[in-house]
């Protein structure tokens, strides 16, 4: 029974309570007492993790991976692009230019609300709000090298939460907001995004993913204030430190969203930019699991059942 189910099934008088309380956990999770959580799950599941140990030792390996595994475990971040599979990120990529090929249409049916500069275009895509996984954008997120690298970041197998397209538009004066701001994914403890530019940025006005290595990074790990605007940042961290990914399109990265500092999609003019992100999480979750985001399609390894939780 998830926490919600737990909450409805209650007397109504009590209902404030568990929601507190799950408030509470919500918070501590944020900070480093959240790898308490983790760890208390974790104990509780030893074998499966056991399991998952084993199947990342199972995939292939190559010495740039392991350079490419170092750097994000240092810096949290890592650049990609000459390591993944060219191929896959084209088909990738003509997925979505055939989506903003349709933009009005797609734009007029989105689901995802709240973000006025991002437009969700996958949404057509989906079955029970799951992707089948043979589609484009997680074949792209599934490929050995991307789970070797973060595998071993994480020292487990990574669990693939989510993939994802975006297309950020210009807000003009409109005051930024969600992840236009300063920001950590609370996600889980440990969490991180695979990238890929599928137009050009070239410039700041782009909107360039940009962030703040791990290192630099640490005095906001236990930040509860979620999203900051730049004076606060820059009140702790010298601007110096700031990474802005400048970088031509099929450009691939990885970074630690949940250690690094970061915001984006500040578009300027009449600038648009596109881009894929796969999210994925060191497993068991520390929240109750969504539901299924994938469905399978075709045979299926049992890596990848265990990578989709399927
Ligand atoms: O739009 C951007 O570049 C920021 C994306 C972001 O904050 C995220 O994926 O967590």
Known sequence: MTMSETASATPAAKKPKINQFRRLLWHVNRTDLGWV????????????????IEMLNSLPAA???????RQLNEQGYVDVSSIVDRGLAEAVLNVSQDKVSRLDELAAKQQLGHKSFWVSLLDEDL?????????????????PAVLRIMGDFMHELPQLSDVLL?????????????????????????????????????????????????????????????????????????????????APKLS????????????????????????YTATYIQPPRIYPEPPARFRAVGPLSDLERAVMRL
């Open 37 to 52: 959580t983790k760890a208390t799950l974790t104990s509780l599941q030893l074998g499966a993790r056991a399991k998952r």
């Open 63 to 69: 010495p740039e991976w392991s350079t490419a595994s």
């Open 127 to 143: 079955i029970d709000g799951a992707f089948a996984t043979d589609h484009p954008f997680v074949r792209y997120a599934m490929q």
């Open 166 to 246: 975006t297309l950020s538009r210009p807000t003009e004066n409109k005051p930024l907001t969600y992840s236009q701001l300063w920001h950590l994914d609370h996600d889980d403890k440990r969490v991180c995004k695979l990238f890929i530019y599928l137009t050009d940025v070239r410039d700041t006005a782009d909107g360039p993913l940009t962030f703040i290595p791990a290192p630099s990074s640490k005095p906001f790990r236990n930040t509860i204030k979620s999203h900051m605007a730049d004076d606060r940042v820059f009140a702790k961290v010298d601007r110096s430190a700031v990474k802005e990914i400048i």
């Open 252 to 275: 691939s990265f990885i970074v630690n969203t949940a250690r690094c500092l970061h915001m984006g999609s500040r578009i300027q003019s009449d600038r648009t930019r596109l881009l």
